[in-house]
Each structure stands twice: as structure tokens, then as C-alpha cells.
T-cell receptor
Framework: DAGITQSPRHKVTETGTPVTLRCHQT?????MYWYRQDPGHGLRLIHY???????DKGEVSDGYSVSRSKTEDFLLTLESATSSQTSVYFC?????????????FGPGTRLLVL | KQEVTQIPAALSVPEGENLVLNCSFT??????LQWFRQDPGKGLTSLLL?????REQTSGRLNASLDKSSGRSTLYIAASQPGDSATYLC????????FGTGTSLTVIP
């Protein structure tokens, strides 16, 4: 398995509070991605990073920000959590980038916003 | 915008049966199509990747086909086993990955 960990694995929070999810990789892969998975929608891309301090928006980026200060870490922040952000969040990595190759996924973080 | 559809949403079969999972997509301008497996509470594991220039890929009991012009892919699982029980997702890549909602497969011993 690719060396990808996510923390926390489970979190319950209240509406309006900030939340940060962490993705950590040991593979030294350039590209990292954040997805959310919701019933009826499949996985949708939130943000991705193509290098340290280089990030871009995905399909559902509103309400989320990201940061990547080190190759191995990619943080996803919900500035002010809302109930619509209740979801399972997955981090993924790919070796040299682009969407022409496979991605390796972390175990996911289950977030509940009350 | 690319739309990816997987039918059926759920499938239950007896052990040993051969089965086919379906995936369709609306935009044929893709780099590749992948099939993933997802076990409950876990991440996705890539099973097969078919480049847009290819027609099929095989791995063990799994065979995936791609007909880009018609926007269809199938995943064929031969001699199904209880350990094959999982959700199977297909994803196509263009300017990003677009995922289907998956087919939940149960193989009954």
C-alpha cells in the first residue's frame, strides 16, 4: 500500500467552527488531492496540489482552503464548517502528476458537522 | 461537464458466478478509465487502468473493456468469490478525475 495517512480518521464538530484535516505521504509524490465522497455523488475533487505551495481548485472548492508547506503534507481547512460539509474526505497522491495515471488513496476521514 | 454513471447501484450474486459491472460516461475526450475497489470504511484501491488508446486490460479474474466512442466500459469478474464483495467505482480522467457512484457487489457463499 502507498504510504498515505489521514488524520483524524473521525471527527465530530459544530457548525461555524474551523476544522483542519491532514494528509501525510511517505512516497515523495508531487501531486496530492483532496476529495469528498457523498451518497449519490461519488467522489468529487475539492483541491489539488502540484508542488510545495502550488495548489489549484477542483470541482467543489467553495468553503475549503488548502495548504502545502512540505512535500509530504497537504492540509484541508474548513474555515467555518457547515452541515453540508458532513462527508467522508479522501486524500490521494500520484507519482509525477497529471490525470493520466492512477492515484493512490488514503483511508479517509469521516467528518460530521452538527 | 463529464457525467459518469454506474448501473446497477447494487448487485447480489451466488459464489462462482461470472458477472459484469457497467460504467458509462458522457464525454469521450478522456485520457484513461480506471476501475477501483472500495471496502467499507477504507480508501480506494486501483484494480485496472485502461488508456484511451486501449480496448481492454486484464488482471487475474478481472477484465475491463473500454469503448470510448460509445462512452462505455465494463468490468468482468470471473468465478466470483465472497472476498470480491465491495463497492466498485469507475473513474474517467480528462482535466480531472470524474467518478461514478459505484456498484455495491455482494457475493453470497
Amino acid at each position: 500500500d502507498a504510504g498515505i495517512t489521514q488524520s483524524p480518521r473521525h471527527k465530530v464538530t459544530e457548525t461555524g467552527t474551523p476544522v483542519t484535516l491532514r494528509c501525510h505521504q511517505t512516497e515523495n509524490h508531487r501531486y496530492m488531492y483532496w476529495y469528498r465522497q457523498d451518497p449519490g455523488h461519488g467522489l468529487r475533487l475539492i483541491h489539488y496540489s502540484y508542488g510545495v505551495k502550488d495548489t489549484d481548485k477542483g470541482e467543489v472548492s467553495d468553503g475549503y482552503s488548502v495548504s502545502r508547506s512540505k512535500t509530504e503534507d497537504f492540509l484541508l481547512t474548513l474555515e467555518s464548517a457547515t452541515s453540508s460539509q458532513t462527508s467522508v474526505y479522501f486524500c490521494a497522491i500520484s507519482p509525477s502528476g497529471s490525470f493520466q495515471e492512477t492515484q493512490y488513496f488514503g483511508p479517509g476521514t469521516r467528518l460530521l458537522v452538527l | 461537464k463529464q457525467e459518469v454513471t454506474q448501473i446497477p447501484a447494487a448487485l447480489s450474486v451466488p459464489e462462482g458466478e461470472n458477472l459484469v459491472l457497467n460504467c458509462s460516461f458522457t464525454d469521450s475526450a478522456i485520457y484513461n478509465l480506471q476501475w477501483f475497489r472500495q471496502d467499507p470504511g477504507k480508501g480506494l484501491t486501483s484494480l485496472l487502468l485502461i488508456q484511451s488508446s486501449q480496448r481492454e486490460q486484464t488482471s487475474g479474474r478481472l477484465n475491463a473493456s473500454l469503448d470510448k466512442s460509445s462512452g462505455r466500459s465494463t468490468l468482468y469478474i470471473a468465478a466470483s468469490q465472497p472476498g470480491d464483495s465491495a463497492t466498485y467505482l469507475c473513474a474517467v480522467s480528462g482535466n480531472q478525475f470524474y467518478f461514478g457512484t459505484g456498484t455495491s457487489l455482494t457475493v453470497i457463499p
